[in-house]
């Protein structure tokens, strides 16, 4: 409940309680959520109004009393303000142009690019006076890899092959871009810690598509080179990494990344995570967010054994990723009641 208990397990201090938040936590499962978003023109706009994307933001806070607030944006702001020509389309998702080649874009597209995305700063700002300290806030940012498969594709896809095959291909012109979106990474975060993020999150949605032989070029330095430029830039927020999907890439990406702290997705048997990952890193997951849907005793046998396997770790309670649109709010109130009443 107050930011003290999120934070102080972000930075490595194991309490008896357990602190919670979800990943789209603010989101299409809550009424009011859609309520906000019926009255939206597009997404885009949405997520660039300072107001209302606050206020979606705390919904979430309001109703369950989370011990984290995560700004309401989306990974795809970053894509948006270099000019790829997001778009929103309702039933479909994620819109963009297509790129040929990762040389199609240079690094002109980044100028103006704090100027395009100061409004994610202002809701940051707007949601940290209206939390008054007492829940703490997170900025986030997706990784290069991941925005690269959108970019590529030109939206969402589900075996990302121009990415894929660029990471065989076009290996010089790759690095190109990733250095290209390293950099605006790095000034978006750095924004968001400016404007009163308490902690930064790195989504890698799709690091479980990059070949095993791939990861340390495409998903751990990349994140390593964000840390350290938004460490360059002063900033000293604790950072998440969530390298989804990358099983036992966790180990080197824990290692070698920089990030604070490593999100879980799933798929990750938590006490292989407790055995594997350093003792005394935080980590942050890990429940299936389908086991929300019937909220049966099989979710709480999980909720369990999740929180028995990080019992002597810093553990922040959450999903093995987002929750889905068709989850009823009460149950969530239910995984929430187990945990703070253990
Ligand atoms: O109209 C709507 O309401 C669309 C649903 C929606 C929402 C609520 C989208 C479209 N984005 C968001 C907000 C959002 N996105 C947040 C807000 C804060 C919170 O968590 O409550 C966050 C953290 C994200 C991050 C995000 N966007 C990720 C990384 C996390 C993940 O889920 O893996 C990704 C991959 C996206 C891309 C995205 N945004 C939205 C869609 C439909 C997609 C494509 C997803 C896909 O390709 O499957």
């Known amino acids: 409940m107050t930011d003290q208990l999120f934070l102080s397990t972000m930075q490595g201090i194991k309490s008896t309680q357990t602190p919670i938040w979800m990943m789209r936590q603010a989101g299409r499962y809550l009424a009011e959520y859609r309520a906000v978003r019926a009255k939206q023109t597009d997404f885009i706009s ?38 790829r020509n997001v778009q929103f389309k309702t039933g479909i998702g994620p819109l963009l142009d297509a790129m040929d080649k990762p040389d199609d ?3 002109s597209c980044l100028r103006r690019l704090d100027e395009k995305l100061a409004p994610v700063g202002k809701a940051l700002e707007l949601t940290k006076t209206a939390l008054q300290g007492k829940t703490a806030l997170i900025g986030f940012a997706g990784a290069p890899w991941t ?25 010089k012109a790759l690095e190109g ?14 924004l968001q810690a400016k404007a009163g993020a308490d902690v930064l999150m790195l989504f890698d949605s799709w690091a479980s598509a990059v070949p095993a032989s791939q ?49 879980l997705d799933h798929g990750v048997d938590p006490v292989w995570a407790g055995k594997n990952l350093p003792a005394k890193m935080p980590v942050q997951g890990n429940l299936d ?12 046998r999980d909720i369990d054994h999740i ?26 109130q239910k995984m929430i009641d187990h945990i703070r009443n253990r």
């Open 46 to 83: 949405f997520c660039l109004n300072p107001e209302q994307a606050s206020a979606v933001t705390l919904q979430p806070i309001a109703r369950y009393g989370f011990d984290a607030a995560i700004i309401f944006s989306d990974i795809l702001m970053v894509p948006w303000a270099i000019k």
């Open 177 to 190: 871009l990733l250095s290209i979106l390293v950099e605006a990474t790095v000034s978006f975060l750095s």
């Open 147 to 171: 925005l690269i498969t959108y970019m590529a594709e030109g939206g969402s896809s589900r075996d990302f092959p121009k990415a894929r095959q660029w990471a065989w291909q076009e290996t």
């Open 215 to 263: 990861r340390d070029w495409l998903v751990v330095k990349p994140a390593r080179s964000i840390v350290e430029g938004v460490r360059a830039n002063g900033h000293r927020q604790p950072m998440i990494g969530f390298p989804r999907g990358i099983g036992e890439g966790l180990i080197q990406y824990a290692a070698e990344s920089g990030v604070d702290s490593v999100g």
């Open 105 to 107: 874009i240079d690094r």
């Open 289 to 300: 967010p389908l086991s929300l849907l019937n909220a049966g005793p099989e979710m709480f």
């Open 307 to 332: 929180l028995d396997a990080f019992h002597d770790r810093p553990h922040i309670f959450n999903l093995g990723h987002g929750i889905t649109p068709p989850t009823p709010v009460e149950n969530v």
